[in-house]
């Protein structure tokens, strides 16, 4: 693995910028994509989100900037100056604004909420029937279609991020499966093979075997992400991303940035 386009540093949710360039780079990286997490939003629940977990890229990615690169001259390691950017379609023109404006090196979409609920907390779907379970993973699947068809993006980042939730997982049917790859297919914008989760609980990288399976014979390529917010994350995840690429025969895609 040459590159690894998501991870995250203390401008987000992760570990200070200059900890992930050092485990990138003992990790025998060439380049490796700063993609902190950035939410634009005149939603009040989803400004709130941004707020509580102090997602302010929009705000200080020109400080991130001047700090990448004067860090480049202190590793032997290409750095993309990147963005990993909450799509919500409501949004899109926002969204759109702040990327022409912004102008990193390429920008990573992400779909976490559903109607304002991020998917990952579990604890907030419990009590749903099943019919309202199966309803949040088709508005999931909906956004996430938008985000490939919006073009707003050079990568969509864990496409099947509705599997780490324990009460939404096995929901994902094969017509969802069909429609995005369908999506990904006729889109410039790239999917991710995504370490997020693949050495915790839920087991598995993004996306899950099937829809591996079916994005490839859609004829859709990846790009490679660890997803990493910790240093100690980079090395082991890397490992487990090439044996995936080993055993499926994958090579990933290169950005042109």
């Known amino acids: 693995m040459q590159r690894d386009y998501h991870v995250h540093s203390n401008y987000s949710d992760g570990s200070f910028l200059y900890l992930m360039l050092e485990a990138a780079e003992a990790a025998g990286l060439d380049a490796v994509g700063v993609a902190d997490h950035c939410i634009v939003s005149e939603r009040s629940a989803l400004r709130r989100e941004r707020d509580v977990l102090g997602f302010a890229l929009d705000v200080t990615y020109g400080r991130r900037r001047a700090a990448i690169d004067d860090l480049r001259e202190e590793f032997d390691l290409r750095v993309y100056d990147a963005v990993e950017m909450d799509y919500v379609r409501a949004e899109e023109d926002g969204i759109a604004d702040f990327l022409a404006d912004a102008e990193f090196d390429y920008a990573v979409g992400s779909v976490h909420s559903v109607d304002g609920v991020n998917v990952q907390a579990d604890e907030r779907f419990a009590d749903l029937n099943a019919d309202e379970r199966r309803g949040i993973v088709d508005d999931y ?117």
Do not use: Q
């Open 141 to 257: 699947y909906d956004s996430l279609v938008a985000l490939v068809d919006s073009g707003l993006f050079e990568i969509a980042a864990h496409p099947d991020l509705v599997e780490r939730n324990e009460h939404l997982r096995g929901l994902t049917t094969e017509d969802h499966y069909e429609r995005v790859a369908a999506a990904f297919a006729d889109s410039r914008t790239v999917p991710e093979v995504n370490a997020g989760r693949a050495l915790r609980a839920y087991g598995e990288l993004h996306p899950a075997p099937r829809f591996f399976e079916v994005l490839r014979e859609y004829g859709v390529e990846f790009t490679l992400g660890t997803d990493a917010h910790r240093p100690g994350d980079v090395a082991p995840r890397i490992e487990r991303i090439e044996e995936f690429c080993a055993e499926t025969g994958l090579e990933p895609v290169e950005l042109a940035v």
